[in-house]
Protein backbone atom coordinates (compact mmCIF):
# COMPACT_ATOMS: atom_id res chain seq x y z
CA UNK A 1 0.00 0.00 0.00
CA UNK A 2 1.75 3.51 -0.79
CA UNK A 3 2.13 5.68 2.05
CA UNK A 4 -0.84 7.42 3.75
CA UNK A 5 -0.98 11.20 3.18
CA UNK A 6 -2.19 12.85 5.97
CA UNK A 7 -3.30 16.77 6.85
CA UNK A 8 -3.25 18.51 10.31
CA UNK A 9 -5.38 21.40 10.03
CA UNK A 10 -5.71 23.38 14.00
CA UNK A 11 -5.08 26.72 14.64
CA UNK A 12 -3.21 25.51 17.30
CA UNK A 13 0.60 25.65 15.97
CA UNK A 14 1.99 24.14 18.73
CA UNK A 15 0.09 21.11 18.18
CA UNK A 16 0.06 20.89 14.31
CA UNK A 17 3.95 20.70 14.57
CA UNK A 18 4.04 18.28 17.73
CA UNK A 19 1.59 16.08 15.80
CA UNK A 20 3.18 15.97 12.32
CA UNK A 21 6.14 15.41 13.97
CA UNK A 22 5.33 12.13 15.13
CA UNK A 23 2.63 11.28 12.05
CA UNK A 24 6.00 11.80 9.60
CA UNK A 25 8.11 9.50 12.60
CA UNK A 26 5.33 7.11 12.20
CA UNK A 27 5.85 6.63 8.25
CA UNK A 28 3.25 8.95 6.96
CA UNK A 29 3.40 11.79 4.83
CA UNK A 30 2.57 14.65 6.52
CA UNK A 31 1.36 18.20 5.76
CA UNK A 32 -0.17 20.90 7.85
CA UNK A 33 -2.27 24.27 7.90
CA UNK A 34 -3.15 26.68 10.46
CA UNK A 35 -6.40 28.23 8.89
CA UNK A 36 -9.04 26.90 6.78
CA UNK A 37 -7.98 29.13 4.06
CA UNK A 38 -4.38 27.70 4.34
CA UNK A 39 -5.94 24.23 4.34
CA UNK A 40 -8.60 24.29 1.96
CA UNK A 41 -5.71 25.69 -0.49
CA UNK A 42 -3.71 22.98 0.34
CA UNK A 43 -6.22 20.38 -0.39
CA UNK A 44 -6.77 21.73 -4.16
CA UNK A 45 -2.63 20.89 -4.93
CA UNK A 46 -1.67 18.03 -2.82
CA UNK A 47 -3.95 14.77 -3.02
CA UNK A 48 -4.83 13.70 0.68
CA UNK A 49 -5.93 10.37 1.90
CA UNK A 50 -6.73 11.46 5.39
CA UNK A 51 -7.66 14.93 7.01
CA UNK A 52 -7.49 15.37 11.13
CA UNK A 53 -9.27 18.63 11.66
CA UNK A 54 -10.19 20.84 14.65
CA UNK A 55 -13.28 21.56 14.94
CA UNK A 56 -12.76 25.29 16.17
CA UNK A 57 -10.72 27.19 13.53
CA UNK A 58 -10.43 31.14 14.06
CA UNK A 59 -13.67 32.35 11.99
CA UNK A 60 -15.50 29.33 10.53
CA UNK A 61 -16.77 26.00 12.48
CA UNK A 62 -14.72 22.68 11.75
CA UNK A 63 -18.10 21.34 10.85
CA UNK A 64 -18.86 23.20 8.19
CA UNK A 65 -15.20 22.64 6.79
CA UNK A 66 -15.97 18.95 6.98
CA UNK A 67 -19.08 18.88 4.97
CA UNK A 68 -17.30 21.18 2.29
CA UNK A 69 -14.70 18.82 2.08
CA UNK A 70 -16.34 15.64 1.87
CA UNK A 71 -18.79 17.01 -1.04
CA UNK A 72 -15.52 18.24 -3.36
CA UNK A 73 -13.03 15.43 -2.04
CA UNK A 74 -15.60 12.25 -1.04
CA UNK A 75 -12.66 9.51 -0.90
CA UNK A 76 -10.78 11.29 1.36
CA UNK A 77 -11.29 10.25 4.96
CA UNK A 78 -11.84 12.90 8.19
CA UNK A 79 -11.06 12.81 11.97
CA UNK A 80 -12.25 15.55 14.22
CA UNK A 81 -10.79 16.30 16.88
CA UNK A 82 -11.85 18.94 19.53
CA UNK A 83 -10.96 20.00 23.42
CA UNK A 84 -14.60 21.43 23.71
CA UNK A 85 -17.02 18.63 22.07
CA UNK A 86 -19.91 17.17 23.14
CA UNK A 87 -22.02 14.64 22.89
CA UNK A 88 -24.12 16.36 19.92
CA UNK A 89 -20.90 17.49 18.18
CA UNK A 90 -19.72 14.06 18.10
CA UNK A 91 -23.42 13.07 16.78
CA UNK A 92 -23.04 16.01 13.78
CA UNK A 93 -19.33 15.02 12.91
CA UNK A 94 -20.02 11.92 12.40
CA UNK A 95 -23.44 12.54 10.36
CA UNK A 96 -21.19 15.04 8.17
CA UNK A 97 -19.15 11.93 7.33
CA UNK A 98 -16.27 11.87 9.86
CA UNK A 99 -14.67 8.57 10.48
CA UNK A 100 -13.46 9.34 13.68
CA UNK A 101 -13.64 11.40 16.88
CA UNK A 102 -11.28 12.46 19.14
CA UNK A 103 -11.46 14.56 22.38
CA UNK A 104 -8.23 17.27 23.24
CA UNK A 105 -5.86 16.58 25.05
CA UNK A 106 -4.97 12.51 23.55
CA UNK A 107 -2.44 10.42 23.30
CA UNK A 108 0.02 10.30 20.48
CA UNK A 109 -0.80 6.57 20.60
CA UNK A 110 -4.33 7.44 20.26
CA UNK A 111 -4.11 8.99 17.27
CA UNK A 112 -2.21 6.38 15.83
CA UNK A 113 -4.72 3.44 16.62
CA UNK A 114 -7.43 5.77 15.18
CA UNK A 115 -5.50 6.26 12.06
CA UNK A 116 -4.55 2.33 11.67
CA UNK A 117 -8.53 2.03 11.57
CA UNK A 118 -8.68 4.33 8.85
CA UNK A 119 -5.78 2.31 7.04
CA UNK A 120 -7.36 -0.61 6.98
CA UNK A 121 -10.45 0.89 6.04
CA UNK A 122 -9.13 3.00 2.86
CA UNK A 123 -7.11 -0.20 1.75
CA UNK A 124 -10.61 -1.71 1.32
CA UNK A 125 -11.62 1.44 -0.49
CA UNK A 126 -8.69 1.32 -2.90
CA UNK A 127 -8.81 -2.40 -3.66
CA UNK A 128 -12.58 -1.80 -4.77
CA UNK A 129 -11.75 1.59 -6.37
CA UNK A 130 -8.89 -0.91 -8.28
CA UNK A 131 -12.04 -3.84 -9.52
CA UNK A 132 -14.59 -1.08 -10.81
CA UNK A 133 -11.97 0.72 -12.75
CA UNK A 134 -10.80 -2.58 -14.25
CA UNK A 135 -12.66 -2.48 -17.50
CA UNK A 136 -12.11 1.23 -17.78
CA UNK A 137 -9.77 3.66 -19.23
CA UNK A 138 -10.66 6.57 -16.92
CA UNK A 139 -10.37 6.87 -13.28
CA UNK A 140 -13.27 6.18 -11.09
CA UNK A 141 -13.11 10.52 -10.10
CA UNK A 142 -13.52 11.44 -13.67
CA UNK A 143 -15.96 8.64 -14.52
CA UNK A 144 -17.84 10.09 -11.89
CA UNK A 145 -17.42 13.87 -12.81
CA UNK A 146 -18.08 12.94 -16.77
CA UNK A 147 -21.26 10.58 -15.53
CA UNK A 148 -20.12 7.99 -18.19
CA UNK A 149 -17.48 5.10 -18.83
CA UNK A 150 -14.41 5.27 -21.33
CA UNK A 151 -14.24 1.54 -22.00
CA UNK A 152 -11.81 0.11 -24.36
CA UNK A 153 -8.28 -1.42 -24.91
CA UNK A 154 -7.29 -1.09 -28.38
CA UNK A 155 -4.41 1.25 -29.70
CA UNK A 156 -6.56 3.38 -31.53
CA UNK A 157 -8.90 4.22 -28.23
CA UNK A 158 -6.10 4.33 -25.79
CA UNK A 159 -4.44 7.08 -28.44
CA UNK A 160 -7.42 8.67 -28.73
CA UNK A 161 -7.75 9.37 -24.45
CA UNK A 162 -4.13 9.92 -24.63
CA UNK A 163 -4.45 13.22 -27.24
CA UNK A 164 -7.78 14.20 -24.89
CA UNK A 165 -5.50 14.36 -21.60
CA UNK A 166 -2.83 16.30 -23.27
CA UNK A 167 -5.95 18.88 -24.33
CA UNK A 168 -6.77 18.91 -20.72
CA UNK A 169 -3.38 19.95 -20.19
CA UNK A 170 -3.88 22.97 -21.81
CA UNK A 171 -7.24 24.65 -20.65
CA UNK A 172 -6.98 27.48 -23.69
CA UNK A 173 -6.71 25.58 -26.45
CA UNK A 174 -9.82 25.25 -28.58
CA UNK A 175 -10.34 21.46 -30.08
CA UNK A 176 -12.40 20.10 -32.59
CA UNK A 177 -13.58 16.11 -32.31
CA UNK A 178 -14.61 14.52 -35.65
CA UNK A 179 -15.86 11.04 -36.11
CA UNK A 180 -18.88 8.95 -36.98
CA UNK A 181 -22.57 9.31 -35.24
CA UNK A 182 -22.12 7.52 -32.14
CA UNK A 183 -18.37 7.07 -31.93
CA UNK A 184 -18.56 9.41 -28.29
CA UNK A 185 -17.92 12.91 -29.27
CA UNK A 186 -19.32 14.33 -26.51
CA UNK A 187 -17.76 11.73 -23.53
CA UNK A 188 -14.39 12.81 -24.97
CA UNK A 189 -15.20 16.35 -25.01
CA UNK A 190 -16.30 15.86 -21.27
CA UNK A 191 -13.34 14.20 -20.27
CA UNK A 192 -10.94 17.17 -22.00
CA UNK A 193 -13.25 19.47 -19.76
CA UNK A 194 -13.45 17.69 -16.55
CA UNK A 195 -9.38 16.56 -15.96
CA UNK A 196 -8.67 20.10 -17.09
CA UNK A 197 -8.48 23.43 -14.92
CA UNK A 198 -11.61 24.20 -16.13
CA UNK A 199 -13.47 21.10 -14.36
CA UNK A 200 -15.36 23.31 -11.49
CA UNK A 201 -17.07 25.79 -14.01
CA UNK A 202 -19.66 25.19 -16.39
CA UNK A 203 -19.74 22.63 -19.10
CA UNK A 204 -22.43 24.11 -21.21
CA UNK A 205 -23.19 21.20 -24.45
CA UNK A 206 -25.39 22.95 -27.51
CA UNK A 207 -26.17 21.01 -30.19
CA UNK A 208 -25.51 23.84 -33.15
CA UNK A 209 -28.51 22.16 -35.31
CA UNK A 210 -31.15 22.43 -32.87
CA UNK A 211 -31.53 26.30 -31.93
CA UNK A 212 -33.17 27.98 -34.75
CA UNK A 213 -32.22 30.48 -37.07
CA UNK A 214 -34.44 33.73 -35.45
CA UNK A 215 -33.14 32.69 -32.09
CA UNK A 216 -29.78 31.39 -32.26
CA UNK A 217 -28.00 35.32 -32.11
CA UNK A 218 -29.98 35.38 -28.59
CA UNK A 219 -29.10 32.10 -27.48
CA UNK A 220 -25.55 32.32 -28.01
CA UNK A 221 -24.75 35.86 -27.13
CA UNK A 222 -27.90 36.27 -24.70
CA UNK A 223 -30.33 39.74 -25.00
CA UNK A 224 -31.27 42.85 -23.02
CA UNK A 225 -34.62 43.08 -21.56
CA UNK A 226 -37.56 44.48 -24.43
CA UNK A 227 -34.39 43.94 -26.97
CA UNK A 228 -37.50 42.13 -29.17
CA UNK A 229 -40.81 40.83 -28.53
CA UNK A 230 -40.59 37.99 -26.04
CA UNK A 231 -37.69 39.43 -24.30
CA UNK A 232 -39.33 39.78 -20.98
CA UNK A 233 -35.88 39.59 -18.57
CA UNK A 234 -32.39 40.10 -19.15
CA UNK A 235 -30.79 36.62 -20.67
CA UNK A 236 -27.15 35.42 -20.53
CA UNK A 237 -26.44 33.85 -23.81
CA UNK A 238 -23.86 30.14 -24.03
CA UNK A 239 -21.13 32.29 -24.16
CA UNK A 240 -21.65 34.02 -20.88
CA UNK A 241 -22.93 30.78 -19.34
CA UNK A 242 -19.57 29.06 -20.23
CA UNK A 243 -17.18 31.96 -18.10
CA UNK A 244 -13.86 29.71 -16.92
CA UNK A 245 -15.85 26.77 -18.51
CA UNK A 246 -15.99 24.73 -21.85
CA UNK A 247 -18.57 25.71 -24.61
CA UNK A 248 -19.20 22.00 -26.50
CA UNK A 249 -20.32 23.37 -30.21
CA UNK A 250 -22.50 19.84 -31.33
CA UNK A 251 -22.86 19.27 -34.97
CA UNK A 252 -20.83 22.74 -35.56
CA UNK A 253 -20.61 21.76 -39.50
CA UNK A 254 -24.69 22.71 -39.20
CA UNK A 255 -24.36 26.13 -37.77
CA UNK A 256 -25.63 29.01 -40.49
CA UNK A 257 -23.24 31.18 -42.43
CA UNK A 258 -24.35 34.51 -40.78
CA UNK A 259 -23.36 33.25 -37.51
CA UNK A 260 -19.98 31.77 -38.32
CA UNK A 261 -18.64 35.28 -38.62
CA UNK A 262 -19.76 36.64 -35.12
CA UNK A 263 -18.96 33.36 -33.40
CA UNK A 264 -15.00 34.03 -35.05
CA UNK A 265 -14.85 37.39 -33.49
CA UNK A 266 -16.27 36.19 -30.13
CA UNK A 267 -13.82 33.60 -30.13
CA UNK A 268 -10.79 35.67 -31.18
CA UNK A 269 -11.83 38.64 -28.75
CA UNK A 270 -13.27 36.84 -26.01
CA UNK A 271 -16.27 39.47 -25.47
CA UNK A 272 -19.94 39.59 -26.53
CA UNK A 273 -22.38 41.84 -26.67
CA UNK A 274 -25.85 40.82 -25.81
CA UNK A 275 -28.57 41.80 -28.22
CA UNK A 276 -29.74 44.90 -27.50
CA UNK A 277 -26.89 46.36 -25.57
CA UNK A 278 -23.95 47.77 -27.19
CA UNK A 279 -21.26 47.55 -24.07
CA UNK A 280 -19.52 44.38 -24.63
CA UNK A 281 -18.95 41.94 -21.72
CA UNK A 282 -15.62 39.94 -21.15
CA UNK A 283 -16.03 36.00 -20.97
CA UNK A 284 -13.00 33.27 -20.86
CA UNK A 285 -14.30 30.57 -22.39
CA UNK A 286 -13.09 27.12 -23.87
CA UNK A 287 -14.63 26.01 -27.31
CA UNK A 288 -14.39 22.49 -27.92
CA UNK A 289 -16.41 21.94 -30.93
CA UNK A 290 -17.76 17.98 -32.81
CA UNK A 291 -18.73 17.40 -36.29
CA UNK A 292 -19.35 13.92 -38.33
CA UNK A 293 -18.68 16.04 -41.55
CA UNK A 294 -15.03 16.92 -43.51
CA UNK A 295 -14.83 20.67 -42.64
CA UNK A 296 -12.30 20.74 -45.51
CA UNK A 297 -15.10 19.86 -47.96
CA UNK A 298 -17.73 22.46 -46.96
CA UNK A 299 -15.38 24.93 -46.91
CA UNK A 300 -14.48 24.01 -50.60
CA UNK A 301 -18.62 24.52 -50.97
CA UNK A 302 -18.91 27.57 -49.07
CA UNK A 303 -20.86 26.18 -46.29
CA UNK A 304 -18.43 26.79 -43.57
CA UNK A 305 -15.73 29.58 -43.23
CA UNK A 306 -12.39 28.43 -43.47
CA UNK A 307 -11.12 31.58 -41.07
CA UNK A 308 -13.73 29.68 -38.69
CA UNK A 309 -12.22 25.94 -39.05
CA UNK A 310 -8.44 27.48 -38.08
CA UNK A 311 -9.78 28.92 -35.04
CA UNK A 312 -11.92 25.69 -33.67
CA UNK A 313 -9.48 23.46 -35.51
CA UNK A 314 -6.33 24.35 -33.06
CA UNK A 315 -6.39 20.23 -31.69
CA UNK A 316 -7.80 17.92 -33.82
CA UNK A 317 -9.23 14.09 -32.77
CA UNK A 318 -10.73 11.95 -34.82
CA UNK A 319 -12.56 8.95 -32.91
CA UNK A 320 -12.50 5.67 -35.00
CA UNK A 321 -15.26 3.48 -36.02
CA UNK A 322 -16.19 0.45 -33.82
CA UNK A 323 -15.58 -1.63 -36.72
CA UNK A 324 -12.18 -0.09 -36.91
CA UNK A 325 -11.59 -1.18 -33.56
CA UNK A 326 -13.20 -4.82 -33.11
CA UNK A 327 -11.30 -5.68 -30.11
CA UNK A 328 -13.18 -2.93 -28.02
CA UNK A 329 -16.62 -4.79 -28.51
CA UNK A 330 -16.40 -7.94 -26.07
CA UNK A 331 -15.21 -5.09 -23.39
CA UNK A 332 -17.66 -3.01 -24.19
CA UNK A 333 -20.54 -5.52 -24.04
CA UNK A 334 -19.52 -6.69 -21.28
CA UNK A 335 -19.66 -3.38 -19.56
CA UNK A 336 -23.46 -2.39 -21.21
CA UNK A 337 -24.22 -5.84 -19.89
CA UNK A 338 -23.06 -5.87 -16.47
CA UNK A 339 -24.79 -2.43 -16.27
CA UNK A 340 -28.09 -3.00 -17.99
CA UNK A 341 -28.75 -5.98 -15.72
CA UNK A 342 -28.00 -3.64 -12.51
CA UNK A 343 -30.43 -1.09 -13.73
CA UNK A 344 -33.04 -3.49 -14.82
CA UNK A 345 -32.89 -5.99 -12.06
CA UNK A 346 -31.72 -8.83 -13.97
CA UNK A 347 -29.26 -11.45 -13.13
CA UNK A 348 -25.59 -11.15 -14.34
CA UNK A 349 -25.83 -12.65 -17.91
CA UNK A 350 -23.51 -15.50 -19.29
CA UNK A 351 -22.60 -14.43 -23.08
CA UNK A 352 -21.88 -17.07 -25.67
CA UNK A 353 -18.61 -16.43 -26.98
CA UNK A 354 -20.70 -16.63 -30.89
CA UNK A 355 -21.72 -13.15 -29.82
CA UNK A 356 -18.30 -11.76 -29.96
CA UNK A 357 -17.48 -13.44 -33.17
CA UNK A 358 -21.09 -12.45 -34.78
CA UNK A 359 -20.79 -9.24 -34.05
CA UNK A 360 -17.00 -8.61 -35.25
CA UNK A 361 -18.13 -9.15 -38.31
CA UNK A 362 -21.00 -6.83 -38.05
CA UNK A 363 -20.36 -3.14 -39.46
CA UNK A 364 -21.84 -1.16 -36.59
CA UNK A 365 -23.09 1.95 -38.36
CA UNK A 366 -24.42 3.41 -35.18
CA UNK A 367 -20.90 2.94 -33.84
CA UNK A 368 -20.73 2.31 -30.05
CA UNK A 369 -23.96 3.46 -29.14
CA UNK A 370 -25.76 1.06 -31.55
CA UNK A 371 -23.96 -1.55 -29.72
CA UNK A 372 -25.34 -0.30 -26.43
CA UNK A 373 -28.93 -0.11 -27.71
CA UNK A 374 -28.85 -3.18 -29.07
CA UNK A 375 -27.67 -4.85 -25.42
CA UNK A 376 -30.12 -3.16 -23.51
CA UNK A 377 -32.98 -4.87 -25.92
CA UNK A 378 -31.02 -7.95 -25.35
CA UNK A 379 -31.28 -8.05 -22.02
CA UNK A 380 -34.33 -6.46 -21.48
CA UNK A 381 -36.19 -9.54 -23.86
CA UNK A 382 -33.88 -12.13 -22.70
CA UNK A 383 -35.92 -14.94 -20.49
CA UNK A 384 -32.82 -16.83 -18.74
CA UNK A 385 -29.48 -15.46 -17.89
CA UNK A 386 -27.52 -16.43 -20.83
CA UNK A 387 -27.07 -14.46 -24.47
CA UNK A 388 -26.66 -16.24 -27.65
CA UNK A 389 -26.22 -14.70 -31.14
CA UNK A 390 -30.21 -15.30 -31.94
CA UNK A 391 -30.64 -12.46 -28.65
CA UNK A 392 -28.14 -9.75 -31.04
CA UNK A 393 -29.99 -9.85 -34.24
CA UNK A 394 -27.52 -7.91 -36.81
CA UNK A 395 -27.46 -7.87 -40.74
CA UNK A 396 -24.57 -9.73 -41.22
CA UNK A 397 -23.72 -9.51 -44.91
CA UNK A 398 -21.74 -13.09 -46.15
CA UNK A 399 -20.10 -12.72 -49.26
CA UNK A 400 -19.53 -15.36 -51.67
CA UNK A 401 -16.09 -16.63 -52.48
CA UNK A 402 -17.29 -18.01 -55.51
CA UNK A 403 -17.41 -15.01 -58.77
CA UNK A 404 -20.61 -14.66 -60.27
CA UNK A 405 -21.04 -15.88 -63.69
CA UNK A 406 -19.39 -13.12 -66.65
CA UNK A 407 -18.09 -11.43 -63.36
CA UNK A 408 -14.97 -9.44 -64.96
CA UNK A 409 -11.94 -10.69 -63.10
CA UNK A 410 -9.50 -7.73 -64.30
CA UNK A 411 -7.46 -6.72 -61.77
CA UNK A 412 -7.15 -3.02 -63.27
CA UNK A 413 -10.32 -2.23 -64.32
CA UNK A 414 -11.86 -3.17 -61.04
CA UNK A 415 -9.08 -1.17 -59.25
CA UNK A 416 -10.34 1.71 -61.17
CA UNK A 417 -13.54 1.43 -60.44
CA UNK A 418 -13.14 0.77 -57.08
CA UNK A 419 -10.90 4.31 -56.85
CA UNK A 420 -13.68 6.17 -58.70
CA UNK A 421 -16.54 4.54 -56.07
CA UNK A 422 -14.29 5.64 -53.08
CA UNK A 423 -13.78 8.94 -54.51
CA UNK A 424 -17.56 9.63 -55.11
CA UNK A 425 -18.47 8.58 -51.25
CA UNK A 426 -15.88 10.91 -50.26
CA UNK A 427 -17.05 13.96 -52.06
CA UNK A 428 -13.53 13.51 -54.01
CA UNK A 429 -11.89 14.11 -50.53
CA UNK A 430 -8.43 12.27 -51.66
CA UNK A 431 -7.25 12.30 -47.92
CA UNK A 432 -10.75 10.66 -46.59
CA UNK A 433 -10.79 8.41 -49.89
CA UNK A 434 -7.25 6.72 -49.45
CA UNK A 435 -8.15 6.00 -45.66
CA UNK A 436 -11.27 4.24 -46.86
CA UNK A 437 -9.07 2.06 -49.05
CA UNK A 438 -6.76 1.36 -46.69
CA UNK A 439 -4.01 3.10 -48.90
CA UNK A 440 -1.30 6.12 -48.70
CA UNK A 441 -2.48 9.29 -50.13
CA UNK A 442 0.60 9.79 -52.99
CA UNK A 443 -0.31 5.81 -53.49
CA UNK A 444 -4.07 7.18 -54.00
CA UNK A 445 -2.70 10.02 -56.68
CA UNK A 446 -0.20 7.57 -58.54
CA UNK A 447 -2.93 5.30 -59.12
CA UNK A 448 -5.48 8.59 -60.05
CA UNK A 449 -3.04 9.34 -62.30
CA UNK A 450 -1.99 6.03 -63.95
CA UNK A 451 -5.60 5.42 -64.64
CA UNK A 452 -6.61 9.01 -65.60
CA UNK A 453 -9.26 8.95 -62.94
CA UNK A 454 -11.61 11.97 -63.55
CA UNK A 455 -12.18 13.88 -60.13
CA UNK A 456 -15.75 15.06 -61.32
CA UNK A 457 -18.00 14.58 -58.88
CA UNK A 458 -21.78 13.67 -59.05
CA UNK A 459 -23.21 16.60 -60.00
CA UNK A 460 -20.76 16.97 -62.66
CA UNK A 461 -18.76 19.67 -61.09
CA UNK A 462 -14.82 19.89 -60.71
Known amino acids: MNKLTVLVLDDEKRFTEELTEFLENSGFQTFEAN ?18 LDVRLPGVNGLDILKK ?19 DTVIKAMRSGAIDYLRKPFRHIDIRIAIERTEKFLFLQRKVKQMEEKNSLISKNLEDRIERHFIGISPQIKEVLDMAMTASKFPDTNVLITGESGTGKENIARIIHFA ?4 DNMFCAVNSSAVTDSLMESEFFGHKKGSFTGALTDKKGFFETSDEGTLFLDEIADMPMNLQATMLRAIEEKKIT ?7 IATDFRIISATNHILDDLVEEKRFRLDLVHRLNTLHIHLPTLRERPE ?26 EVFQTLKSYPFPGNVRELKNITERAIILSKGNTLGAKDFPVKIKIKSTQPEKGTNLNLEKNEAKLIQLALNNCNNNQIAAANALGIQRMALARKIQKYKISLTNKEGQK
Open 35 to 52: SAAQGLSLLKKQSIDLLI
Open 69 to 87: VKVKYPNMEVIIVSAHGDM
Open 196 to 199: SKRK
Open 274 to 280: RVGETQP
Open 328 to 353: DIKPLLLYFAEDFSRKLNKPSPIIDE
